[in-house]
């Protein structure tokens, strides 16, 4: 399979799985639709954040099909290409493991209270930002890291202020939203 070949695979596919998405799992598994109206109140729905991302998805895949489309040459994934993959797999899921485990650790260790654990202090303050400012700056700062073949420490600002104004655009505007993963704890 050509390079040419294979972008234009990567890109379908990518597209393919965000339209599924957004026609099969966004409808079935969210509680309620992009925006709700409730007691004449505009409301963020359960499947806004979703929504957005899968647009974005949408978008890459058809940016690499294009892209592919418009270049020639003919390689197959050289082992530079899969260490790379590696290190994206990696660090995606360091993010994860780092964005799910670091408030129930810290509220574990911190041992506010009999009976009280994360679950109960998800959405409040510093708990709810823990994992997401964890999880997020590492991801951050590791994509800058990967892509500059070093480590600095301003990597890791960027990583933070990234998350910081995320946090900004998508907790403070809105009393229900819970940052990831508070939702699923």
Known sequence: MSLKQANIVFGGLALLAAILALLLWLPNDTGSAMIVHVRGRVKIGDAL??????AILVAAGLLIMVEALKQGGSALPSGDNIRFCAVLFLLFSGAIVLMRWTGP???WLAGPGEGIGYRELR??????YLGFMTGGTFLVAGLISLAEWRITWKAVMIGL????LLILLYDLPFDDLLLPPNGDV
């Open 49 to 54: 954040a979703p929504a957005v991302a899968l």
């Open 123 to 128: 959405d409040s303050v510093p708990w709810k």
């Open 161 to 164: 202020a990234a998350t910081i």
């Open 105 to 107: 650790l810290a509220v």
